[in-house]
């Protein structure tokens, strides 16, 4: 079946940040069609009968979420999270690179759905140049042409949109730690209960927080109705596409927009081009390096938000990551709790020790210092950092590819742990940084 | 609608309030749950992740702290997964933890070591080396913090966040190498900041005074007060080799909520001075000699007496601090009137302040009434300075919904918490809070109800604002009449309100007719005889409330002398008249006083240098210095007699709210001191009296019987946590706050011009 991009239609366009450009495509009629023709509630009946779900990772109902916001709160926020900072993820950024309007665009009818009249769009602080300019410079023409400020085309709906550039932790993905960072607090998640944001989120107030393609798709769903999102995809459960971001060791490596349900196979074969010449396949993070990792025997596991967690993983951001035969993964592995450790806030406990003690056994095993017990240590580690026992998720997430790499490649692990070295040419990495000793 | 929910916390069923999250309702149901990064005062966060619990129904492990009570909630703190998780933490927080435990101040006090015993595992997995900081960093000149031993809890940062309301504290860095820091360029100056030292579970917080000291188990502690300034917040004495090692907060949740300032906290050195005075000395010639009691005693006794026989009492000054407890002001009155018979006694150097003129002369509501206030009017007061632990609760209210209304020309710590903040030009006071009646009065937002109820002569007042109209109001303060308008409206339908000022924002001209003023919008808006709705004028001094209760003042209402029939034997032969502190000393420079008997007093030390005074004090025939340090006036006093510090002897200290507090011998006096109450007993007996107290309970009883908003207090009514006088006499409850009941007298609008109303 031939597939038609929605989102990433502009993708590639030249200058499609410009908004002649993106009016010319066919831009903001979606927003005039549902400031004129909807009230905010048959908008949130839309998107709920789209079956668009979150596309930050949770996949929880975008309409859903919209509908959580209590009728009549005077105060209520909308927040994009543009903070995409997943390892392996970068299908935001490329769309915020060349689409701006249509984010800023979805941006406005959600805002308008929850009858919110102030919006953010937080973004990501390495996006700065150009995207983030680029944003800031919509936003200002968006303004120009009446589609933000007081009194949008005419219809008495006022909204302000503000652009809020973050200063670089991913934890700021985090929807509660990024409603602290605008508020200019350090960004430490908010325990919840009590603070759901769609009760109290950004100053306290209701907030809906959606991701950049939760809201680009919206204006696709008010253009062709619910009806046509709902035949895309896999659904009835997972409608529409996603936007896949293939990296790694693999031939083509770049963002796909797929429809959801696609199978692995498809995706890394098809999409991506296949394995390098000579190489074959050995693992895959499916959603960026925060999701439990997936092999060969996955590769015909189709790529969705109910899917996957059959076979003990999530979609997450879709950051495939794909590593080969010539990959030592208990490495790989290494890298990936080197950024969990860093990137931890250091608010709970065991995710706060526990990143850096996983960092720092994995240098011992991938630098010929393993011991027998550092299996087990790794594995009750992990369990005492995640299944929830932290207030975000970043505490299971820094678990997941160690507990996951454990169960498929456990022999590497004793190989490394027995010989002292990679079992493939693999050279161990760089001296261990963690301690430190400062005045 | 029952307003309790019923829960299971490991079998026990328990009732508790809605709301309530599972830390404090286990804690009813008597089950102990491990926590670290929780405490009662602060918002529950979920940090640190022990205070796990398993909650039937709900998936894997919640933390108690984060969780609130449902009706029917089944609890399990002793669930395998429970266990299992909070080992896991134990065995986080121990990994980069040093266990210097023996060298460590909290070791032997300290839930890290508590709940390791409690809850941890018997083993560490880790064989990598520890996270390591160059130790201790100071982070003023009080704390210093280790930032091996930081379990990272957050508590020190949320105390300076949620109660301070400074933020000196932030955390910086992130994961495991995530510190507590000063902002970049600052040290720790917060007022407040040994409360984290308090807060900290672990050693990482520590007092420079205390460090290495002592060890928990090696120091005796006693409960006490604190005598630095008229809150009178609870504490606990450490003591150790007869020295104080620190003062902790003996939490009184009607005072001090548990909070002490950094005055308090780390003012006890002058206690523990090498310069103490442990001996009675007498002049000879031209220098003090020791001496022994009874010669120092008769000394004193014999310059008093030669005073008053060669020149008449009139000659002879009493001046008291306003520090020193109820038993040695009411004893130093007595000896001062119905003594020596002179009525040259007063607790303050400088001219007395205009007051309310409302009886008795004290706030009439409590501390913790001011929690239920929705309006704050702050008017000259400046509570950081003066009654910090004050100025917490003051916060806490504003955090409970209370909207403050800060007057002050300076821009008071407070003003940052206020809804409203006005300004008015230096000396314009009274105008701005006479604009104030006057918009109430405008505005018909008086509580008609109240006036005609409970006031008399509204007439004369609204002829008397009739123009301070907004307009000449703003032109003359300078403050926006909106903004008047506003204060005005908030104050009049906002209620219950309080009003808090400075008392001694009387003493100016402009400040007077504001103290009048504040009275009126009081009266006016129907403020006063409730929680939450009083006139708080706000002392200083420790005891300042006891000595105006006591009237350690002259031309004021004194105790009547007790006859010895046991009945009131009035005031025979207390003259009339009298000289305040300020007139002792314009008179002593003029060479008109030829005895003095200072009592914790030295004006050499409190009042700018002064030739003259000087001068009249060296002139002095007899000149008695009664303290516990040396002092300037010591070296021309004629007898020098050493008292007791707060924590060497027992007594009672009146705070600011009319809370009566008793404080506790923790250590003896030093060498031969002696509580001040004994010293003025034994020297009334040399001068001849029948004087005959055995203890300090023996004058706090004749205190009670004299006194009549003393009456029905004891030692044992006192206790731990004070009591606030009046004691209902029929009960024996005591009244939150005065001017509850009607009565049959009315409160008065000010009745006249301010200048005129002056008391003293």
Same mark, same amino acid.
């Given at each position: ?439 | ?39 009662? %005062? ?118 300076? %966040? ?188 400088? &001219? ?42 003051? %916060? ?27 300004? &008015? ?246 060498? %031969? ?88």
């Amino acid at each position: 079946m031939p597939f038609e991009p929605i989102i990433t239609g502009n993708v590639g366009v030249p200058n499609a940040w410009e908004i002649d450009v993106y009016e010319s495509r066919g831009g903001y009629r979606a927003l005039a069609k549902a400031l004129r023709e909807h009230q905010p509630e048959e908008l949130v009946d839309l998107v709920s009968k789209s079956g668009l779900r979150g596309r930050g990772g949770a996949g929880f109902p975008a309409g859903r979420k919209w509908s959580l916001i209590p009728k009549g709160a005077p105060e209520v926020y909308m927040v994009c999270n543009a903070d995409e900072s997943e390892p392996g993820s970068f299908s935001n950024h490329e769309l915020l690179d060349w689409d701006p309007h249509s984010l800023i665009e979805g941006v406005i009818i959600g805002s308008y759905a929850i009858r919110a009249r102030v919006a953010f769009i937080y973004m990501r602080g390495e996006f700065w140049k150009p995207t983030g300019q680029r944003m800031e410079a919509a936003i200002a023409q968006a303004y120009a042409r009446g589609y933000l400020g007081r009194d949008i085309l005419g219809t008495g709906y006022n909204l302000d949109l503000h652009l809020f550039i973050g200063a670089g932790a991913y934890v700021c993905g985090e929807e509660t730690a990024l409603l602290e960072s605008i508020e200019g607090n350090r960004p430490m998640p908010r325990p919840r209960p009590p603070y759901f944001p769609p009760s109290i989120g950004l100053y306290g107030k209701p907030t809906a927080v959606n991701n950049v393609e939760t809201l680009a798709n919206v204006p696709h769903i008010v253009l062709n109705g619910a009806e046509w999102y709902t035949r895309l995809g896999n659904p009835p459960r997972n409608p529409g596409t996603k936007v896949f971001s293939l990296s790694g060791l693999i031939k083509r490596p770049g963002n796909y927009e797929a429809p959801l349900g696609i199978t692995l196979r498809e995706l890394l074969f098809g999409y991506g081009g296949g394995m390098l010449d000579g190489r074959t396949f050995k693992a895959v993070t499916p959603g960026g390096t925060s999701t439990p990792l997936l092999t060969a025997e996955h590769l015909d596991v189709r790529m969705d938000y109910d899917s996957l967690p059959a076979v003990g993983t999530y979609l997450g951001s879709t950051g495939l990551i794909v590593m080969d035969d010539t990959v030592c993964i208990p490495c790989a592995v290494y890298h990936m709790s080197k950024f969990y450790q860093h990137e931890s806030c250091g608010k709970c406990t065991p995710c706060r020790e526990g990143t850096s003690w996983i960092n720092a056994i994995l240098y011992r095993i991938t630098h010929g210092q393993g011991r027998e017990e550092d299996m087990p240590l790794l594995l009750d580690l992990s369990d005492n950092m995640g299944g929830r026992k932290t207030v975000c998720a970043l505490g299971d997430f820094a678990g997941f590819p160690v507990t996951s790499s454990i169960k498929y490649f456990r022999q590497e692990y004793e190989y490394h742990i027995r010989y002292g070295r990679c079992p493939t040419s693999c050279q161990p990495a760089e001296e261990r940084q963690w301690t430190i000793s400062q005045p | 609608m029952d307003n309790l929910a019923t829960v299971t916390i490991d079998g026990r069923v328990v009732k508790v309030p809605r709301g309530m999250n599972l830390v404090e309702a286990a804690r009813l149901a008597g089950v102990e749950i491990p926590v670290f990064c929780y405490h009662s %005062k602060l918002k529950p966060v979920g940090a640190c992740r022990m205070c796990y619990v398993a909650i039937e129904k709900v998936p894997g492990v919640v933390t108690a702290c984060t969780t609130t009570v449902t009706d029917g909630m089944v609890v399990n703190t002793k669930d395998p997964r429970v266990v299992k998780a909070q080992q896991g933490v134990l065995e986080f927080l121990l990994a980069n933890h040093p266990l210097d435990c023996p060298v460590c101040d909290r070791g032997g006090e300290c839930p890290l070591q508590n709940n390791t015993f409690g809850y941890g595992g018997p083993v560490s997995r880790y064989v990598e080396p520890k996270r390591h900081f160059a130790k201790p960093i100071p982070l003023s000149r009080r704390i210093l913090l280790d930032r091996e031993r930081c379990i990272l809890c957050y508590r020190c940062v949320r105390f300076q %966040k949620e109660i301070a309301g400074d933020e000196t504290l932030t955390v910086i860095n992130r994961g495991a190498r995530v510190e507590i820091a000063t902002l970049p360029g600052r040290e720790f100056d917060s007022p407040f900041s040994g409360n984290t030292i308090e807060l900290c579970p672990v050693g990482a917080l520590t007092s420079a005074l205390y460090r290495f000291k002592a060890r928990p188990w090696d120091i005796r502690s006693s409960p006490s007060l604190c005598d630095q300034c008229s809150v009178g917040c609870n504490v606990r004495v450490d003591t150790r080799n007869r020295q104080i090692v620190r003062l902790l907060s003996r939490e009184n949740a009607a005072v001090d909520d548990g909070w002490l300032c950094d005055r308090g906290r780390f003012g006890y050195e002058f206690a523990n001075h090498p310069d103490r005075l442990t001996q009675p000395q007498v002049r000879e010639g031209t220098r003090l000699r020791a001496a022994e009691w009874e010669e120092a005693l008769y000394q004193a006794a014999q310059g008093l007496r030669q005073v008053v026989s060669q020149r008449g009492p009139g000659t002879v000054g009493v001046l008291v601090s306003p520090r020193l407890a109820n038993e040695d002001l009411y004893l130093a009155q007595r000896l001062a009137r119905a003594v020596i018979g002179t009525s040259n006694l007063d607790y303050r150097l400088t &001219p007395h302040p205009t007051v309310s003129p409302l009886r008795p002369d004290a706030a009439s509501g409590s501390i913790v009434g001011l929690e239920k206030a929705r309006t704050i009017l702050i008017l000259g007061a400046d509570p950081l300075n003066h009654q910090p632990v004050l100025d917490l609760r003051l %916060k806490k209210a504003a955090s409970l919904g209370a909207r403050l209304i800060v007057v002050d020309e300076k821009q008071t710590d407070l003003a940052a918490f206020a809804r409203l903040w006005l300004r &008015p030009r230096s000396g314009s006071l009274d105008t701005l809070a006479r604009g104030l009646v006057h918009l109430i009065l405008a505005n018909g937002q008086v509580n008609q109800e109240f006036v005609d109820r409970r006031t008399e002569g509204i007439d004369a007042l609204r002829a008397r604002v009739a123009d301070d109209t907004p307009e000449r109001v703003a032109a003359s303060t300078g403050v926006p009449a909106p903004l008047l308008e506003q204060a005005a409206t908030l104050l009049a339908t906002n209620g219950p309100a309080s009003i808090v000022y400075d008392r001694d924002l009387g003493a100016s001209d402009d400040g007077a007719a504001a103290v009048l003023a504040a009275t009126d919008l009081a009266l006016l808006t129907g403020n006063i005889g409730r929680d939450g709705a009083g006139l708080y004028p706000l002392v200083r001094a420790a005891n300042e409330q006891g000595a105006l209760d006591l009237g350690l003042m002259p031309r004021r209402p004194s105790p009547p002398t007790p006859s010895p029939t046991g009945g009131e034997g009035g005031h025979a032969g207390c003259p009339a008249g009298g000289m305040t502190g300020a007139e002792m000393l314009d008179a002593l420079r003029a060479g008109q006083l030829k005895a003095l008997y200072l009592l914790g007093v030295d004006p050499l030390r409190e009042l700018p240098d002064d030739r003259a005074l000087r001068d009249g004090l060296t002139g002095l025939t007899t000149l008695i210095v009664q303290d516990i340090l040396p002092g300037p006036a010591q070296e021309l006093a004629t007898v020098v007699l050493p008292g007791a510090a707060f924590h060497e002897r027992e007594g009672t200290l009146t705070n600011l709210e009319r809370r009566v507090q008793r404080l506790w011998p923790a250590l003896k006096p030093p060498g %031969k001191a002696r509580p001040d109450w004994q010293i003025i007993h034994d020297l009334a007996r040399a001068l001849g009296t029948s004087f005959d107290y055995a203890q300090a309970s023996d004058v706090f009883a004749e205190i009670a019987s004299v006194v009549p908003t003393y009456r029905g207090l004891t030692y044992g009514k006192v206790g731990l946590k004070g009591v606030q006088w009046p004691l209902d006499v029929a009960s024996g409850q005591e009244a939150g706050s005065l001017y509850e009941d009607p009565g049959d007298t009315r409160l008065a609008f000010t009745p006249v011009a301010p200048s005129t109303a002056r008391i003293v």
